[in-house]
C-alpha cells in the first residue's frame, strides 16, 4: 500500500504547490523530517510550482518540474503530495498521473475530492495504493480520521457546523465593526482571509465541497455535489446581523448534511443560531463541527479550518500513515462498493424562518402582514418591530414556526405583493440545531 519497493533512505515526497499550505509543509518537514512514529525520515526529494521564486527553504536537493504531472510520474519519488487546488486542470492531471504511477497521494483538495473523489477512490484502490485527503476538510482538526476511522462502524445521524474561516470571518468582523459586506470582504482580502476571486468562499460552494465530503464519510457513499443546497453570505446585511441579535441570534454560514433513509439531506446557507449555542461562539476564522451518532451522542470539535501551519501539520499526518502503511478504502467503505450519495426529498422538512420587512410607516401594516402568513398557513413565534429609519420605513422581523419551505416562500410572495411592503422580504433559515 506505501509504494515503496524496499526501504532506502528518507522517504522521498514530490510536492506539488508550494504556496500557503505546500511553503508550509516545506518548513515542518525542514525543522522535523522524522516525525513519522517510527522514527524514518521524510525528505522533499522533488517540487513543482509556477514559479521557482525562493520560498524560504533550502530547496537545492530537490529537483524541480515545471510540469506537476511529471513530478507526479517521476521514479525518483515515493510519496506524491498535491497542494495547488482546483478541482480540474494540474491538480487533477497531476494526482490520476501519480496513482496510475502506483504512487500514494496526499492531497488537501477538496474540490477535487468533492468533485471526483469516487473516480480518483476506484483508481487508487485498483492500484492499491493510498489516497488520504485529512487536510481538506476543517484544516489542522482530524474531521476526516475521525469518521472514516474514529466512528467507524457508528450510525451517525448528522454532522453539522461552520466549515468555511473566510465566511465566517466575515460575518463575525460584519457584527463586531457594524460594516457591510463588500467593505468587510475587502478588508479580509487585504488581510489574506479572503481570495482576490472570492466566489468558491461567500458562494458556499467550499464549505459544500467539504460537507459532502464528510456526508460521503458519516453516511457511507461517495462524495455528490449535486446532492447540495447552496446559498452564500453575499446577500447578508448588515441589518440582518444587527436585527437577528436583537432577538437572540447570530447569523453563520451552516454547513449541514443529515441522514435520511438511504441518502443526506445536505445544506449550506446562511442562518440564525441562538446566541448560547457553541456555533455562535465560534467566531473569527475558526472552524467548528457537531456529530451526532446512534450510540455516541453528540460531540463537538472546534479549532483552526485553515492557515498553512496547521493544515501542513494534517498533510504530514498523512504522509505519517504512508510510511506506517496504513491500508483503508480511500472513503469509508471500498469504492467499488460505494454509489453517490442521493439527495433527499425536502418537501416535508419544516424550518423556522427569519422574515425582515421594510414597511411604510402606516396603519394597518402589521395587520396586512399577518393575513399574508396565515394565507400561507404560517404562523409567528416572535417579532420585532423597530422605530422609523431616515427612509420614513420601518424595519419588522418575524421569526416564524417551523414550516415547509413551499410555505415561507408562498409567505414570502404574499407579504411581497403588498402595497406598503417596500422591498421584498429577506428570508434566512433558523439552523436545525
Ligand atoms: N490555505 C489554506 O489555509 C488551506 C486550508 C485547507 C486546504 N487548503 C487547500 O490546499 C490547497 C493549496 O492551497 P493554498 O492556500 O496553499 O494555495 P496557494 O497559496 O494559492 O498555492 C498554490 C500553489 O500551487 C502552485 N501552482 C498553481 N498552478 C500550478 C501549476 N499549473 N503547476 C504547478 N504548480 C502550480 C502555485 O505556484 P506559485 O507559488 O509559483 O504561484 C502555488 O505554489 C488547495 O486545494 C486548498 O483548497 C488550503
Known sequence: MNGRAAVRGPWRIGLAGLGVVGGALLKFLAEQP??????????????????QKDRGVDLSAAAWFDDPVALAGSPDIDVFVELIGGSE????????????????????????????????????????????????VMGGVPAVKLLREGLVGEHVQS????????????LSEMERSERGFAEVLAEAQKLGYA????????????????????????????PNLGAAEIEGIAAVDLIDIKLARELGYRIKLIASA??????????????????????????????????EGRRIGRFYMQGPGAGGAATAAAVAADIADVIAGARRPVFQRPAGDLAPLKGADRAGHRDKAFLRLMVRDRPGVIAA??????????SIDSFLQKPVEDSGHVPIVLITHPASAAAIAEAVDHIGALEAV???????RVARI
Open 89 to 136: 486542470g494540474p491538480a487533477r492531471a497531476a494526482v490520476t498521473a501519480a496513482l496510475k504511477a502506483g504512487k500514494p497521494v496526499i492531497t488537501a483538495n477538496k474540490a477535487l475530492i468533492a468533485t471526483h473523489g469516487l473516480e480518483l477512490a476506484k483508481l487508487a484502490e485498483a492500484q492499491g495504493v493510498a489516497l488520504f485527503y485529512e487536510a481538506a
Open 34 to 51: 522524522d516525525f513519522a512514529p517510527s522514527g524514518e525520515r521524510a525528505a522533499i526529494a522533488g517540487v513543482s510550482a509556477r514559479s
Open 422 to 428: 417596500v422591498e421584498r422580504p429577506r428570508r434566512i
Open 159 to 170: 454532522v453539522v457546523g461552520i466549515l468555511n474561516g473566510t465566511c465566517n470571518f466575515i
Open 195 to 222: 481570495e482576490a476571486d472570492p466566489t468558491t468562499d461567500v458562494g458556499g460552494f467550499d464549505a459544500a465541497h467539504k460537507i459532502v465530503i464528510l456526508a460521503a464519510l458519516a453516511f457511507g457513499g461517495a
Open 369 to 378: 402582514v399577518s393575513e399574508a402568513l396565515a394565507k400561507a398557513e404560517v
Open 258 to 291: 443529515e441522514r435520511e433513509g438511504t441518502g443526506a439531506s445536505i445544506r449550506v446557507n446562511p442562518a440564525l443560531v441562538p446566541l448560547g449555542h457553541p456555533l455562535a461562539q465560534a467566531g473569527g476564522a475558526l472552524n467548528a463541527l457537531f456529530i
